[in-house]
């Protein structure tokens, strides 16, 4: 079975600095990756996917970018943090020929 | 119109007690369908799976029409560790490797004692 890791657990950052999240996944590969957003008190926002290195697609637009540079590594990164970017950052993966989704333990951004 | 739609909750049931969820979807053609629970400030952990008519794993029943577009999660004699947030989830595949998760908003449910 597969083990996502996220760092950092936590964060905060004040307003218009960098941002690099890390999300690395064990046991399985080639699997499709995802990065999705949660606002408190709201639901999942997917921001972007990946379904191998170097491939990634974006739903939504906005200041955030997302990088795949190794087949079970994805990277969420920011040049400069808005307040609204604060949340809950959930990666995911779901492994090849299947359907189910694993999430990461997740990272809660604070932008002060 | 909503692509995934959840019993607003919160339902607030105490323990013993059946509680059921339901859920609609927009997308005909969706082609499997899970629930996942989150407990507060944690990560949705997938619940069930529901690919044909139906899955039961112990307490908990989850039931797919896919003519009405309709899907249901039971909880029978309910724990106070039931006590989360349960998101109706609907895959979408598309070409080229490709699935999308489309998540309801989710319906919590609170078990006291």
């Known amino acids: 079975s597969q083990t996502i890791h996220q760092w950092p657990a936590t964060l905060v950052q004040p307003v218009g600095s960098p941002l690099s999240l890390e999300c690395t996944v064990e046991?399985?590969?080639?699997?499709?990756l995802y990065w999705y957003r949660q606002a408190a008190g709201r639901g999942l926002q997917l921001l972007f996917y990946?379904?191998?290195?170097?491939?990634i697609s974006s739903e939504v637009p906005q200041n955030l970018s997302a990088s795949r540079p190794q087949d079970r590594q994805f990277i969420l990164s920011s040049k400069k943090l808005l307040l609204s970017d604060s949340g809950f950052y959930l990666c995911?993966?779901?492994?090849?020929?299947?359907?189910?989704?694993?999430f990461g333990p997740g990272t809660r951004l604070t932008v002060t | 119109r909503k692509e995934v739609e959840q019993d607003p909750g919160p339902f607030n049931v105490p323990e013993g007690a059946t509680v059921a969820f339901n859920c609609t979807y927009s997308?005909?053609?969706?082609?499997?369908f899970f629930w996942y629970r989150q407990d507060c400030r944690k990560e949705p952990k997938l619940l069930m799976s529901?690919?044909?008519s139906g899955n039961e794993d112990g307490r908990f029943t989850a039931q797919l029409n896919r003519a009405s577009q309709y899907i249901s999660l039971l909880i029978r004699d309910s724990k106070l560790s039931d006590s989360a947030t349960y998101l109706c989830?609907?895959?979408?595949?598309?070409?080229?490797?490709?699935?999308?998760?489309?998540f309801g908003a989710g319906t919590r449910l609170a078990v006291h004692p």
């Open positions: 995911a993966s779901t492994p090849r020929r299947t359907y189910e989704q694993y």
């Open positions: 046991g399985t590969s080639n699997p499709n």
């Open positions: 990946s379904v191998g290195i170097g491939q």
């Open positions: 997308n005909s053609a969706s082609q499997s």
């Open positions: 529901v690919y044909s």
């Open positions: 989830v609907v895959l979408d595949v598309f070409s080229g490797g490709y699935n999308k998760l489309i």
